[in-house]
C-alpha cells in the first residue's frame, strides 16, 4: 500500500499541493496506524497529514474522491441470459467468459491490472489518453474478444450463436467505456496543466528569444524561484549543524580544570553575505539575459550585502542609483533607454570598458567581494584587457562570468572567451532561467 500512497501523494503534488518527503513519511505511518478498511478513517489521516490550509483540503478531498473511486467497473443492462454449452465451448478469451458469465469484479480486476501494466499513472498530456487508452485494451484482451465476437457473428444460422455475440456486443461497449473513463480519471489526477506546460518552457527557453508579452509571466516565475532559493537557505541557516569539535580551543579552555574538558566548543560555518559587482553588457544581444539577470540579483538583496550595476556598451557606466530609486521594472527600463545615463550605446567595446573599470572602480573590489561579468566577450576586435581582468580576479573572492552564448562559439569570431577564462573563477554558459537559478544558488551558498 505504500506505493498507493505515493501514487496519491503525486497525485496530489499535480493538482498544486505542496508535500515534503517527511510529510509523505507521516502519511504512510499514518495510513499504516489507521488501517485501510474504513474509508473515513483513511481520508482524516492522510488529510492531517498532507492538507495544510483551507484551500489544500479542498484539493485534497476532490483528489481523494478521484483517486481512491472504487467503480472501475458497473455493468448495466439486463441479467446474463444462459449460454448453449457448445457456444460456451467456443470462447477460449478470458474477457470473454467474464462477459457471458457476468462478472465485472473480474472485468475490474483485469481493468485495474492493465493500468498497472501499462504505467497508466504516467499519463501527463491529453494526447496520451488514446494512446493509453489502445495500449490498456490490449491487455485486457480486446483483439481477442474481437476475434469471438467475429467468429460468432459469422454463423448466421444459430440463433445461440447470434445471442452470445449480441451479450458479447454489449459487454465489449460497457468495457470499452470503463476503460475510456478509467483512463480519463487518471488524466485528471496526473496531467500537466496548460499552465505547468507554459512554465517548464520558459524556464528552460533560451531568454533571447522570449517575447516581451511574456515578461510578466517570467516575473512570476522568477518570484517563484526567489522564494524556493530564500526558503533552501533560510533553513540551512536556522537548521546549521553545530560542526566538528574545536580540540584546540576546548583543550585550551579545560585547563582551568585541570585538563578536564568541562565546556566545549564547536567550529562553526556561517554563510557569507557577499557583495556583488555586476558589470552587464547592455548591448542588444545581451540585454534579456541582464533584464532576468537583475530581476533575479535584486530579488534576492536579503541574502546579498551591498550590490553595484554597472553597464557598459562601448564604455561603462554607474547605475546603482538607479536601481536603488526605482522598482526593478521601472529601473531596467530606465538602464536601457534613459539619455541622462552617460552610456554610448554604439559598438561594444571591453577595452575602454574594462580600463574605466580599473579607474574608477577597482578600490572598491576586496576580498569580500563577487565580481560577475555578464556579457559574450565579443569586443570587435578590439584591445581584450586580460590584463585588468587578472587584477580583478587577484583582488576578488570570486570572479563569475556568464555568457549567454552556447560554448562551442566561445573563441570563435571576436569572441575574447578563452583569453579571459584563465581569470576566472566559475565560467558558466547562461541563457536560460533555470541557469540563472543555478549561478544564484551557488552564489548563495558559499560559505567560509
Known amino acids: 500500500m505504500e506505493q498507493v500512497i505515493g501514487s496519491f501523494i503525486s ?3 499535480t493538482t498544486g499541493v505542496r508535500i515534503s518527503v517527511s510529510e509523505s513519511l507521516d502519511a504512510v505511518r499514518a495510513a499504516g496506524l489507521v488501517g485501510y478498511r474504513r474509508r473515513e478513517d483513511l481520508r482524516n489521516a492522510l488529510s492531517s497529514a498532507l492538507a495544510k490550509s483551507l484551500p489544500e483540503k479542498e484539493k485534497f478531498d476532490a483528489c481523494f474522491e478521484m483517486f481512491f473511486s472504487f467503480d472501475v467497473f458497473t455493468p448495466h443492462g439486463d441479467a446474463r441470459k444462459p449460454v448453449d454449452p457448445e457456444i460456451r465451448s467456443m470462447i477460449d478469451s478470458d474477457i470473454a467468459s467474464m462477459i457471458i458469465s457476468g462478472d465485472p469484479s473480474g472485468i475490474a480486476t483485469l481493468i485495474r491490472d492493465a493500468a498497472e501494466a501499462t504505467d497508466l499513472s504516467s499519463i501527463r498530456y491529453y494526447m496520451q489518453k488514446n494512446i493509453f487508452t489502445v495500449r490498456m485494451l490490449e491487455k485486457i484482451g480486446m483483439p481477442k ?13 444459430s440463433g445461440a450463436a447470434q445471442a452470445a455475440a449480441a451479450q458479447l456486443e454489449d459487454g465489449r461497449q460497457q468495457i470499452l467505456d470503463a476503460v475510456r473513463n478509467y483512463v480519463e480519471r487518471e488524466y485528471q489526477l496526473n496531467a500537466i496543466t496548460a499552465e505547468d506546460m507554459a512554465e517548464a518552457y520558459l524556464r528552460s527557453a533560451t531568454l533571447t528569444n522570449i517575447e516581451q508579452r511574456y515578461f ?12 524556493q532559493l530564500e526558503d533552501r537557505y533560510s533553513r540551512r541557516l536556522k537548521a546549521a549543524k553545530r560542526g566538528k569539535l574545536d580540540y584546540k580551543k576546548t583543550l585550551r579552555k579545560g585547563v582551568r580544570y585541570g585538563g578536564l574538558m568541562f565546556e566545549a566548543f564547536w567550529k562553526k560555518k556561517k554563510v557569507d553575505r557577499p557583495d556583488v559587482i555586476a ?8 540585454s534579456r539575459v541582464v533584464r532576468f539577470f537583475l530581476m533575479f540579483l535584486y530579488s534576492m538583496q536579503k541574502r546579498i550585502g551591498r550590490i553595484r550595476i554597472l553597464a557598459f556598451c562601448s564604455n561603462l557606466a554607474d547605475v546603482t542609483h538607479i536601481f536603488d530609486r526605482y522598482p526593478i521594472e521601472e529601473a531596467l527600463l530606465r538602464m536601457q533607454e534613459d539619455p541622462n545615463i552617460p552610456i554610448l550605446r554604439g559598438r561594444t567595446d571591453y577595452d575602454r570598458s574594462l580600463m574605466e573599470f580599473k579607474e574608477h572602480y577597482l578600490a572598491l573590489v576586496t576580498r569580500n567581494t563577487t565580481v560577475i561579468i555578464l ?21 576578488c ?3 563569475i562570468w556568464l555568457n549567454p ?11 575574447e572567451m578563452k583569453t579571459y577564462t584563465p581569470y576566472c573563477h566559475v565560467l558558466k ?14 552564489l548563495l551558498s558559499v560559505r567560509h
Request: with cysteine.
Open 397 to 399: 573572492k570570486r570572479l
Open 279 to 286: 558589470i552587464c553588457d547592455i548591448s542588444r544581444s545581451v
Open 145 to 157: 474478444l474481437d476475434s469471438t465476437l467475429n467468429q460468432l457473428k459469422s454463423m448466421q444460422g
Open 429 to 442: 554558459e547562461c541563457n536560460t532561467l533555470t541557469h540563472l537559478e543555478r549561478v544564484v544558488g551557488e
Open 375 to 395: 556579457g559574450d566577450a565579443r569586443n570587435n576586435y578590439y584591445n581584450s584587457r586580460a590584463e585588468i581582468l587578472k587584477m580583478i580576479s587577484e583582488r
Open 216 to 227: 510578466s509571466k517570467m516575473q512570476e516565475i522568477i518570484q517563484k524561484l526567489v522564494k
Open 11 to 13: 497525485a496530489l503534488r
Open 405 to 415: 552564448e552556447t560554448r562551442s562559439f566561445w573563441g570563435t569570431g571576436d569572441s
